[in-house]
Nanobody, 127 residues
Framework: QVHMVESGGGVVPPGDSLRLSCAPS????????MGWFRQAPGKEREFVGA????????YYADSVKGRFSISRDNAKNTVYLQMNNLQPEDTAVYSC????????????????????WGQGTQVTVSS
């Protein structure tokens, strides 16, 4: 079954940056909107941001706006999450997911809008 594969997590001090990558295990997902989510210990999964299939439109949660940015390289079938000025509250498992539909008209923050998920990569922000 198709799933996403995330990479790039790690342990960093507050104020540092990381770039996460997300690529599908198979198939071309260049026609799908993509989302990033995170789940901290003991908390529910929450929306981080999303990018439309062309890469021209993005949408972010208020908690990361101005610090995180999402981009994609459709030629490489890869989506990126650039995280700057990381803080301890950003510590979580970060997962990416693909929208349920081709060429989705709207970017969604709802978990149910996404069908193909990855296992996630751990990001820990600690001094």
């Amino acid at each position: 079954q198709v799933h996403m594969v995330e990479s790039g997590g790690g342990v960093v001090p507050p104020g540092d940056s990381l770039r996460l990558s997300c690529a599908p295990s198979e198939r071309d997902f260049s026609s799908y909107n993509m989302g990033w989510f995170r789940q901290a210990p003991g908390k529910e999964r929450e929306f981080v941001g999303a990018i439309n299939w062309s890469g021209r439109s993005t949408y972010y949660a208020d908690s990361v706006k101005g610090r995180f940015s999402i981009s994609r390289d459709n030629a490489k079938n890869t989506v990126y999450l650039q995280m700057n000025n990381l803080q301890p509250e950003d510590t979580a498992v970060y997962s990416c997911a693909a929208d349920r539909e081709h060429y989705g008209a709207n970017l969604s923050s709802r978990i149910r809008s996404y069908a193909y998920w990855g296992q996630g990569t751990q990001v820990t922000v600690s001094s």
